[in-house]
């Protein structure tokens, strides 16, 4: 699996603002986005097939934009070929890169721009730094993609796979 998820920090968003942002998102990137709001939804996710399919890197201009639209905190994960792991930030203008990398694929890869380091910023979401640790450190031996999931339900959101992708209790607003 090689994709990318994004997600923006609801804070008081509404479903007009999502509308707005990703009709906006859509004019400056040139493609459908679908953004994906529920209730229980602390952060949403937001897919878009050319950003997230086949991809595991981030621009940072994305991240920029999504957070400008927005007003909020905005992250994205990213996994290559299933063995490496990538967390962004994006917080005050400002991009943070993370990689987990599978033992050997950072020398061959290169992923100089990243740091090796945990993604402490997701301390400030619900994620302990003991289970930080646990799926993201250096002596951590879970497997790129099942870190995904682990981060996903303490995080308490959706990873996107498709933009037909539909879950219980949560509206999905497409903007091309």
């Not at 796979?161 to 509206?171: M, N």
Request: glycine fraction near 8%; hydrophobic fraction near 40%.
């Amino acid at each position: 699996m090689t994709r990318v998820f994004f997600l923006i920090k609801k804070n008081n968003l509404k479903n007009a603002d999502f509308h707005r942002i990703g009709k906006a998102l859509a004019e400056v990137f040139g493609e459908a986005f679908s953004i994906y709001n529920g209730p229980v939804l602390k952060l949403v996710p937001v897919f878009a097939a050319g950003l997230c399919e086949g991809a595991y890197w981030v621009e940072d201009d994305v991240l920029k934009e999504m957070e400008r639209l927005s007003g909020n905190p905005v992250m994205a994960f990213s996994v290559f070929d299933s063995d490496v792991a990538f967390a962004y930030s994006c917080e005050n203008g400002e991009v943070r890169r993370y990689v987990k990398p599978d033992e050997g694929m950072l020398e061959e890869y290169g992923f100089e721009e990243y740091s090796t380091e945990l993604p402490e910023f997701l301390c400030n979401y619900g994620i302990s730094r003991e289970e930080l640790e646990e799926i993201w450190g250096e002596d951590s031996d879970i497997f790129a993609e099942e870190s995904f999931f682990r981060i996903e339900e303490q995080l308490g959101t959706i990873f996107v796979f498709g933009e037909d992708e539909e879950y219980e209790g949560i509206e999905v607003i497409r903007e091309e």
